[in-house]
Structures are given as C-alpha cells and as structure tokens.
C-alpha cells in the first residue's frame, strides 16, 4: 500500500463521514473506496482490510490515522 494510496482512502473515508453527518449522498465515496479497497488488497495491513470488507469504515479511518 502506497503513500499515495494511504492518503487517498483516509481522505475519501474522512470526506464520506462528513457527508453522512451533513445528510449528503455517499455513493461516490463508497464507490471509491471499493475501487481503493481493491488495489491495496495485497499490501494492506489485514487488519485495515478486515474493517473495510465488513464496511467498519469508522475503525478503518481509525486504524487509518494511528499509521
């Protein structure tokens, strides 16, 4: 899992959590995060993808920021 990689789930998982406070839509945000969920399957930590498979995006975000 890059750096770039790390940052990107961080900040979409960040900005879906935002838009779920707010009410918003988070269609994009799930879809990314499929999208990303599925290029770090094999460089993840398997904890990281433990909580993302089981759509625990509050302990992946959590996880996310002890990195």
Same mark, same amino acid.
């Given at each position: 899992? =890059? =750096?770039q990689? =790390? +940052?990107e789930l961080h900040d979409t998982l960040e900005d879906m959590m935002n838009r779920? +406070?707010?009410g918003d839509?988070? +269609?994009e945000q799930l879809l990314q995060i499929h999208q990303l969920s599925t290029e770090i399957e094999e460089t993840a930590p398997k904890m990281l993808m433990h909580y993302l498979e089981?759509?625990?995006y509050t302990k992946a975000l959590d996880f996310l920021k002890e990195l």
């Amino acid at each position: 899992m =890059t =750096t770039q990689q =790390t +940052t990107e789930l961080h900040d979409t998982l960040e900005d879906m959590m935002n838009r779920i +406070t707010s009410g918003d839509d988070i +269609t994009e945000q799930l879809l990314q995060i499929h999208q990303l969920s599925t290029e770090i399957e094999e460089t993840a930590p398997k904890m990281l993808m433990h909580y993302l498979e089981k759509k625990s995006y509050t302990k992946a975000l959590d996880f996310l920021k002890e990195l």
